[in-house]
């Protein structure tokens, strides 16, 4: 029998509900990023609006999410064993907030530094030390920017990240050759899209009450699919 309490699903829905990710709170341009918003994935993926897909990932990439087919991507033998796996996955799920929410005339620089934010929160919050940043200046210059403002945020629940700090996290984000090779700029345009199964339900209701929450990748979105976002 599989160990259910190590299956993916499981440890990332302990670590939304977790008290490190719940104390998180802070907001981002349109997003309000805090306990309720990670609560709402939870329950997303619970229903199965958000999938956990488990397939092998290139070495530099932890985990990711699709905004297209509204998945969160995570590697064989993940078992969130570790602080920093777990800030992973908080990353990754602040993606589906922004996913989630899908307000439009967003940045892709801004989802990414939201991101970030909330990771080092989570890593602030669990007490454990903040491991010093390596692999060059464009990585040191992120980490160093990412940690700053997060611990100004910390400081502060629920205080919006001031303009010239997420400016200079997006800067960060847009020069890092990471994102750069993936054509993340800083003006570069936010690709999410909304969570299918939620508009096929909204669509539904009033017309075919059979497709309600039936998956047709199809049936309303028109981005190619994949992701940047990593
Ligand atoms: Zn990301």
Not at 28 to 45: K, S, T, V
Not at 66 to 91: K, L, Q, S
Not at 97 to 114: M, R, Y
Request: net charge neutral.
């Amino acid at each position: 029998m599989p160990d259910q309490t190590h299956s993916p699903n499981a440890s990332i829905l302990a670590t939304l509900r977790s008290a490190e990710a719940q104390r998180i709170n802070f907001h981002l341009g349109p997003w309000h990023i805090d306990g309720a918003a990670f609560e709402r994935i939870a329950r997303a993926i619970e229903v199965g609006d958000i999938k956990i897909r488990v397939e092998p990932l290139p070495q530099d990439v932890e985990a990711r999410y699709d905004d297209f087919n509204d998945y969160v991507v995570v590697p064989p033998a993940f078992f969130a064993g570790t602080v920093g796996d777990r800030a992973a996955i908080i990353h990754e799920c602040v993606h589906a907030i922004v996913d989630l929410q899908n307000s439009k005339g967003q940045f892709e620089s801004s989802n990414e530094a939201a991101a970030f934010l909330a990771s080092f929160l989570f890593r602030l919050n669990s007490g454990e030390a903040i491991p010093p940043a390596t692999g060059g200046n464009a990585n040191v210059r992120l980490v160093t920017t990412a940690e700053g403002i997060a611990r100004n945020l910390q400081k502060q629940p629920g205080a919006a990240v001031p303009t010239r700090d997420l400016s200079d996290l997006r800067w960060s984000i847009a020069t890092h050759p990471h994102y750069r090779t993936k054509g993340v700029t800083y003006i570069s345009p936010n690709s999410s899209d909304g969570l299918f199964r939620l508009k096929m339900r909204r669509k539904s209701e009033n017309t075919d009450p059979n497709r309600r929450g039936q998956t047709d990748l199809n049936y309303t979105k028109n981005l190619p699919p994949g992701s940047r976002l990593a």
